[in-house]
């Protein structure tokens, strides 16, 4: 039965990718109906086990810093690289690497789910460990309240075998039962920089808290991160930008730690230097010489760390906002960012750009142009002086730009 659905799979693999649709999640679909076990059987082979990492945000970047921690270590680690949540996805991206004999030559996976998916995956897959990021408004049309969101991830944690590696400094995700609990989390001093939903506007002092924490971001000056695991202080200058991303990979070396407690943290932190953003959680492209980097928003704690981490007068910047259904169609969280640091935009595009203009008169940030379409705004923008470049994107509009940037002279 194996064999055939390994077949049958690769068939329409082969014949959805001779049709232009490369990253079709049918073959998954078709396999996942006719030998709904196949998933299961084909993880149970890998000695290592599964990890799922999930949670609102920076899942797709961790999941990356997971996955090459491990892989520097030799392990040899298969991920859902196109990022697909669904359990069809997972499966699709299997039948890209799996033999049609049924060897699988893999020693883990590390697979990035989304809250719900995550939920799915672990009723019909064993799941090893977990590393839960964050619980943060997002999507509240899909998913409902937060704490429905919480909920979500409780399951995934009860569900985790081994380890489920926990946010400490998120008041829904350090509430989460599980057998097996470890925790990363922050120093007093840099608490303050990370707003969660409950505080991110709130004034008065907020303390990290007690839990005992594998892995602590202590300190964070630039782009020199220091963490400390199990009360050893290591640093590193990071390749990855983003106060969000350092926090996060302090999360993804607390799983790591765990996954091979035998290796010296030091070798962990200084293969962390190396790795870099995943494709629009801070990467840099450069389009006709022009220095352009693209940065995902979609949610105020998220846009709330970008702009902390990224305002400043050495660069031009473009807010490009939609509001389509992989989105959120509710825009009314960006009342809850404070833009007064960018003080002025020089683009604003997307389906919402005149809300987002209006959003930013609001903060005193002025607006130069205004142009729904973005194919003409990222020209308008690249443009505008020789300054290089930001973009805050929500996560249509940052497919959109994929599509946009990879038709460009890029140097």
């Given at each position: 039965?194996?064999k055939l659905s390994?077949?049958?799979?690769?068939?329409?693999?082969?014949?959805?990718?001779?049709?232009?649709?490369?990253?079709s999640?049918?073959?998954?679909?078709?396999?996942?109906?006719?030998?709904?076990?196949f998933?299961?059987?084909?993880?149970?082979?890998?000695?290592?086990?599964?990890?799922?990492?999930?949670?609102?945000?920076?899942?797709?970047?961790t999941?990356?810093?997971?996955?090459e921690?491990?892989?520097?270590?030799?392990?040899?680690?298969?991920?859902?690289?196109?990022?697909?949540?669904?359990?069809?996805?997972?499966?699709?991206?299997?039948?890209?690497?799996i033999?049609?004999?049924?060897?699988?030559?893999?020693?883990?996976?590390?697979?990035?789910?989304?809250?719900?998916?995550?939920?799915?995956?672990?009723?019909v897959?064993?799941?090893d460990?977990s590393?839960?990021?964050?619980?943060?408004?997002?999507?509240?049309?899909?998913?409902?309240?937060?704490?429905?969101?919480?909920?979500?991830?409780?399951?995934?944690?009860?569900?985790?075998?081994?380890?489920?590696?926990?946010?400490?400094?998120?008041?829904?995700?350090?509430?989460?039962?599980?057998?097996?609990?470890?925790?990363?989390?922050?120093?007093?001093?840099?608490?303050?920089?990370?707003?969660?939903?409950?505080?991110?506007?709130?004034?008065?002092?907020?303390?990290?808290?007690?839990?005992?924490?594998?892995?602590?971001?202590?300190?964070?000056?630039?782009?020199?991160?220091?963490?400390?695991?199990n009360?050893?202080?290591?640093?590193?200058?990071?390749?990855?930008?983003?106060i969000?991303?350092?926090?996060?990979?302090?999360?993804?070396?607390?799983?790591?730690?765990?996954i091979?407690?035998?290796?010296?943290?030091?070798?962990?932190?200084?293969?962390?230097a190396?790795?870099?953003?995943?494709?629009?959680?801070?990467?840099?492209?450069?389009?006709?010489?022009?220095?352009?980097?693209?940065?995902?928003?979609?949610?105020?704690s998220a846009?709330?760390?970008?702009?902390?981490?990224?305002?400043?007068n050495?660069?031009?910047y473009?807010?490009?906002?939609?509001d389509?259904?992989?989105?959120g169609?509710?825009?009314?969280?960006?009342?809850?960012?404070d833009?007064?640091?960018?003080?002025?935009?020089?683009?604003?595009?997307?389906?919402?750009?005149?809300?987002?203009?209006?959003?930013?008169?609001?903060?005193?940030?002025?607006?130069?142009?205004?142009?729904?379409?973005?194919?003409?705004?990222?020209?308008?923008?690249?443009?505008?002086?020789?300054?290089?470049?930001?973009?805050f994107?929500?996560?249509?509009?940052?497919?959109?730009l994929?599509?946009?940037?990879?038709?460009?002279?890029?140097?």
């Open positions: 039965m194996e390994i077949l049958l799979g690769k068939t329409v693999q082969k014949v959805t990718r001779l049709r232009g649709n490369g990253g999640a049918l073959p998954g679909l078709v396999v996942e109906r006719t030998n709904p076990n998933i299961k059987h084909t993880l149970a082979k890998l000695p290592m086990g599964v990890v799922v990492v999930s949670g609102t945000n920076g899942k797709t970047t999941t990356k810093i997971v996955s921690l491990l892989a520097k270590q030799g392990l040899k680690v298969f991920t859902n690289k196109t990022g697909s949540n669904f359990v069809r996805g997972v499966i699709s991206e299997i039948l890209a690497d033999k049609l004999s049924g060897k699988f030559d893999y020693d883990i996976a590390v697979l990035e789910l989304d809250e719900a998916h995550a939920v799915k995956f672990c009723e897959c064993d799941v460990y590393l839960i990021l964050n619980v943060q408004r997002d999507q509240l049309d899909r998913f409902g309240e937060i704490d429905h969101t919480a909920e979500l991830l409780q399951k995934l944690a009860a569900h985790t075998r081994k380890a489920a590696i926990l946010n400490r400094e998120d008041p829904r995700v350090s509430k989460i039962q599980t057998a097996h609990p470890f925790y990363f989390g922050l120093s007093n001093e840099l608490i303050k920089e990370f707003p969660s939903d409950d505080n991110l506007l709130e004034s008065g002092k907020v303390s990290a808290s007690k839990l005992p924490a594998r892995v602590t971001l202590e300190k964070l000056k630039g782009q020199k991160a220091s963490y400390q695991i009360h050893k202080n290591y640093s590193c200058e990071l390749t990855l930008k983003g969000y991303n350092a926090y996060n990979a302090a999360g993804a070396l607390a799983l790591c730690s765990i091979m407690d035998d290796v010296d943290p030091a070798e962990f932190v200084e293969d962390l190396e790795i870099a953003s995943a494709f629009g959680r801070g990467e840099s492209f450069k389009i006709n010489n022009c220095e352009v980097e693209v940065l995902l928003v979609k949610n105020p846009f709330q760390l970008s702009i902390t981490s990224f305002a400043d050495k660069h031009d473009m807010i490009a906002i939609n389509n259904i992989a989105d169609r509710d825009v009314s969280w960006l009342w809850n960012v833009f007064s640091k960018l003080k002025h935009v020089e683009v604003v595009s997307g389906i919402r750009a005149t809300d987002m203009a209006l959003r930013l008169k609001y903060d005193e940030c002025d607006v130069d142009t205004v142009e729904e379409d973005l194919a003409k705004a990222l020209d308008i923008f690249t443009k505008v002086s020789n300054k290089p470049k930001r973009i994107v929500t996560y249509t509009a940052m497919l959109e994929r599509k946009l940037i990879s038709g460009k002279s890029i140097l």
